[in-house]
């Protein structure tokens, strides 16, 4: 069975930084996409930084520049590096993976996600 268990958010003033972790087990998901997304009290779940089983990577406008996301599929970990940190990145994140098979069968996994405040 499939799980998906962040760690490391956390109340952080104006400025700070935060690493967020995501760890997977149950599987071998070095072929799967991995994303981080969030969703703030009142507003939609959105994609915040995404990387590819190739190691390519996407982010929202609202966070490039200030927040990187890396993977360790030895360790089956995911990571999003944030700095710079504004109260508009107060959320709860998820961690999320991905995959389509050639039949078109897609696997598609949440974790539970973690509470990122910032605040002075």
């Known amino acids: 069975q499939v799980q998906l268990v962040e760690s490391g958010g956390g109340l952080v003033q104006p400025g700070g930084s935060l690493r967020l972790s995501c760890a997977a087990s149950?599987?071998?998901?070095?072929?799967?996409?991995w994303g981080w997304y969030r969703q703030a009290p009142g507003k939609q779940r959105e994609l915040v930084a995404r990387?590819?089983?190739?190691?390519?990577?996407t982010y929202a406008e609202s966070v490039k520049g200030r927040f990187t996301i890396s993977r360790d599929n030895a360790k089956n970990t995911m990571y999003l590096q944030m700095n710079s940190l504004k109260p508009e990145d107060t959320a709860v994140y998820y961690c999320?993976?991905?995959?389509?098979?050639?039949?078109?069968?897609?696997?598609?996994?949440w974790g539970r996600g973690t509470q990122v405040t910032i605040s002075s």
């Open positions: 149950g599987g071998i998901f070095s072929i799967y996409a």
């Open positions: 999320n993976i991905n995959r389509q098979d050639p039949d078109a069968t897609i696997y598609d996994y």
């Open positions: 990387i590819t089983s190739g190691g390519s990577t």
